[in-house]
């Protein structure tokens, strides 16, 4: 039985790894967490998002703006998260509606897909 999302990871090329460490730490706001020992030597940071973790690792040799996958951060002031993409020179793009939401995506610095979406009515 799956119990639920433990983690979700996202990847960079690796001569990007400390913007991306800055980006969705500073931009996003995603605390920082301790990754095992184990684990240290082969790049990455890990972030906390809520009970799950957003784990960010290196890899070079992928074009992450050709796929549809993504994460999806449930936000509570979708205008404010908006603005702040805007300020770090990230273009939204509008999303095609679903009921009881609003949302709209964009590409973080490195390509890969993030949507931000927030619950209405």
Do not use: C
Request: glycine share 6%.
């Amino acid at each position: 039985m799956i119990l639920g999302l433990h983690h979700a990871q996202v990847t960079v090329p690796i001569a990007m790894e400390e913007a991306a460490i800055e980006f969705y730490s500073q931009v996003l706001e995603l605390p920082e967490i301790e990754k095992p020992d184990s684990l240290k030597d082969r790049g990455g940071t890990w972030f906390q998002l809520g009970h799950q973790q957003l784990h960010l690792s290196i890899e070079d040799g992928v074009n992450r703006r050709a796929t549809k996958a993504h994460l999806a951060y449930l936000v509570d002031d979708l205008n404010e998260w908006r603005d702040r993409l805007l300020a770090n020179e990230i273009t939204p793009i509008e999303s095609i509606p679903i009921p009881g939401f609003d949302r709209f995506e964009a590409r973080d610095p490195f390509g890969n897909r993030i949507e931000f979406i927030q619950r209405v009515g």
